[in-house]
């Protein structure tokens, strides 16, 4: 079972960039999808951005702002988040789908605090 750890995240100010990572622990280049989800408090999960291929997707809010990449030879997943506003903060967590017929595997989530 494919385990999936994030890092990155903390306290950072409106404005202010961070780089979220998702580390695996097996190979992650067959994975049809790699995704990231955030959920902030009181709210339900939402995805964030996914790479499909070489096709990527973004949540509106975060388009322009945000970048998800894949180094499969790392096994490592990114989420680059730049212009930080409040409303990012959340847990985020990072997903890994094998393939179209099964379920997400999830990693335990980083927190990103946005706040002056």
């Known amino acids: 079972q494919l385990q999936l750890v994030e890092s990155g995240g903390g306290l950072v100010q409106p404005g202010g960039s961070l780089r979220l990572s998702c580390a695996a622990s097996g190979s992650i280049f067959n994975y049809v999808r790699m995704a990231w989800y955030r959920q902030a408090p009181g709210k339900q999960r939402q995805l964030v951005s996914s790479i499909t291929g070489g096709n990527t997707a973004y949540v509106e809010s975060v388009k322009g702002r945000f970048n998800i990449t894949r180094d499969n030879a790392k096994n490592t997943v990114y989420l680059q988040m730049n212009s930080l506003k409040t409303e990012d903060t959340a847990v985020y967590y990072c997903?890994?789908?094998?393939?179209?017929?099964?379920?997400?595997?999830w990693g335990q989530g980083t927190q990103v605090i946005v706040s002056s």
């Open positions: 997903s890994a789908r094998r393939s179209w017929s099964e379920n997400d595997y």
